[in-house]
Nanobody
Framework: QVHLVESGGGLVQAGGSLRLSCAAS????????MGWFRQAPGKEREFVAS????????KYADSVKGRFAISRGNSKSTVYLQMNSLKPEDTAVYYC?????????????????????WGQGTQVTVSS
């Protein structure tokens, strides 16, 4: 089991930027695909972005394409979400997730069912 900790959330004005980070407080996810999801009040959790273990492939929700970028640190033990041109509708709790062990190294997954470890989340609030 991998324990994930997110950081970097906060309050920002529309048009601003934030960078979220995710690290493992226990275990490692260096050999797993990683993803970011978010959940706004009254809404279901939704996919935001993911990156393959091999770093070759990334996947984004249509709503964030061109504005958000997912990346991994050199040791693959940290994952980031750079969020630019933020909009009020991006307001949500953002969760980092590690894919289930044994999934392929070249695919960026988007189904929450493919992820087995989740962080506690970090709040992102975008004011208009």
């Amino acid at each position: 089991q991998v324990h994930l900790v997110e950081s970097g959330g906060g309050l920002v004005q529309a048009g601003g930027s934030l960078r979220l980070s995710c690290a493992a407080s226990e275990g490692t996810f260096s050999n797993r695909a990683m993803g970011w999801f978010r959940q706004a009040p009254g809404k279901e959790r939704e996919f935001v972005a993911s990156i393959s273990w091999s770093i070759i492939n990334t996947k984004y929700a249509d709503s964030v394409k061109g504005r958000f970028a997912i990346s991994r640190g050199n040791s693959k033990s940290t994952v980031y979400l750079q969020m630019n041109s933020l909009k009020p509708e991006d307001t949500a709790v953002y969760y980092c997730a590690a894919a289930r062990p044994g999934l392929g190294p070249y695919r960026a997954y988007g189904d929450p069912a493919d992820f087995g470890s989740w962080g506690q989340g970090t709040q992102v609030t975008v004011s208009s």
